[in-house]
């Protein structure tokens, strides 16, 4: 059975750090591209970061770019998304997915059922 399961996520004052993680069963990491995507009470679906398979490249949105960085633990089968710096704006419920192609605007075939990142003083 193809599954994401993320983990990670909580509550942290601004200008704090967490670490995500979005461990998969069921296939192998490494021959998918990896995204993160965030959604926030009343508002559409954002892009993250995505980290391609063919050569691990990281692509990451303008919110993230310089505070977040997506890396993979093949061995682990898991992709992390480490947060610093943390604003209240990035509260949102964080999503990875997965897709055997290239990194995409929205197009993934496998979906984690989400974690909470609230934060907050």
């Known amino acids: 059975q193809v599954q994401l399961v993320e983990s990670g996520g909580g509550l942290v004052q601004p200008g704090g750090s967490l670490r995500l993680s979005c461990a998969a069963s069921?296939?192998?990491?490494?021959?998918?591209?990896i995204a993160w995507f965030r959604q926030a009470p009343g508002k559409e679906r954002e892009g993250v970061s995505c980290?391609?398979?063919?050569?691990?490249?990281?692509y990451y949105g303008a919110s993230a770019k310089g505070r977040f960085t997506i890396s993979r633990d093949n061995a682990k089968n898991t992709v992390y998304l480490q947060m610093n710096s943390l604003k209240p704006e990035d509260t949102a419920v964080y999503y990875c997915a997965a897709t055997p192609s290239s990194c995409t605007p929205d197009a993934y075939d496998y979906w984690g059922q989400g974690t909470q990142v609230t934060v907050s003083s």
């Open positions: 980290m391609s398979s063919s050569d691990g490249s990281p």
């Open positions: 069921g296939f192998t990491l490494d021959d998918y591209a």
